[in-house]
């Protein structure tokens, strides 16, 4: 059935194929391209585009026609290209007779595939498998952003502390206004008449969906808080959280508040560490990173916040 289902959402414009006359296992004469991000694959029409295929130790944007009415499904190389300093997370990866996609969506479902190479003159795949993808999560299409295991923190493990700091001092900076100079938003208040706020469609906002409560945070607001203390409903309680936003790095974090004490809430700090914000919480006054997602100095140095998506 899931076949059957994947095939009926793939069928586009048809496209001719150009067949080469090597193996992709042995890496064809691809056009050198540059910079490259891993991204999950899509569809155009009835090409399956892979933006990162790993094989061996080299990396490759490819794209797949679908040959039509074959059943089951096969897909025929027409492109590829080298890459350069590519991302691999969540690359697709090649092993000389199978092609693994770890993602793609179709419709409201991500979805796993394997495929078989059956030619290679020209190379040409059939559909071996395919599963929808456990615990995935697709709104409108497209997959929810997960943080993949074991990414814990993005700061260094076993710091050396120094001065009661764990990051390099030489890196610390004063940014202009001193502690809640750049004062927080506590317990904001939401309205659905965006024309009346001086919210247009072009604006740039962080979007936060907890259960049925969506909400969205514009950058004009966070460029002159960084910080949004709040509350959201989540498994039937009331839980703090903040927002925090570096105008500087252009970066957003939703951080569950400092649970274990009094005074969940966080505040800016006056401080960058790496020309980013660097938090402070209210409970203890320890410095967090916003990017190494730690505490770097106090009483929560090393501590790694309760993150939510």
């Not at 814990?152 to 030489?170: A, F, K, Q, R, W």
Request: proline fraction near 6%.
């Amino acid at each position: 059935m899931i076949k059957h289902l994947f095939s009926a959402s793939l069928w586009g414009r048809s496209v001719s194929p150009k067949p080469f006359a090597v193996r992709l296992a042995l890496c064809l004469l691809f056009v050198p391209s540059c910079h490259v991000f891993a991204e999950q694959a899509s569809l155009s029409g009835n090409v399956l585009i892979l933006p990162v295929v790993t094989v061996a130790d080299q990396a490759y944007r490819v794209e797949l026609s679908i040959v039509e009415d074959s059943d089951p499904l096969e897909f025929l190389l027409i492109s590829g290209d080298v890459l350069e300093n590519a991302d691999l997370d969540g690359a697709s990866s090649f092993s000389g007779s199978s092609l693994s996609v770890p993602l793609i969506v179709v419709g409201s479902t991500s979805y796993w595939l394997n495929l078989t190479l059956i030619n290679s003159d020209p190379i040409r795949f059939v559909l071996a498998d395919v599963g929808v993808n456990s615990g995935s999560s697709v709104v409108d299409g497209v997959a929810a952003c997960v943080r993949p295991a074991p990414d814990i923190s993005h700061g260094p493990d076993n710091p050396t502390i120094v001065d009661g700091l764990s990051v390099s001092s030489n890196r610390l900076f004063g940014g202009g206004p001193g502690v809640d100079g750049i004062p927080a938003i506590e317990f904001p208040v939401f309205t659905a008449d965006y024309g009346r706020e001086g919210l247009s469609s072009e604006q740039l906002i962080v979007g936060v969906k907890i259960g049925d409560e969506v909400r969205a945070y514009p950058h004009y607001l966070l460029d002159w808080h960084e910080i949004v203390n709040d509350q959201y409903i989540i498994d039937g309680e009331s839980v703090a959280v903040s927002l925090n936003y570096c105008p500087l790095t252009g970066s957003a974090m939703l951080w569950q508040g400092n649970m274990q004490s009094g005074n969940p809430s966080f505040g800016t700090s006056g401080l960058l560490y790496n020309s980013n914000l660097v938090l402070y919480d209210r409970e203890t006054r320890s410095l967090w990173s916003q990017m190494l997602e730690q505490g770097i100095c106090g009483d929560e140095i090393l501590t790694i916040p309760d993150r939510l998506q």
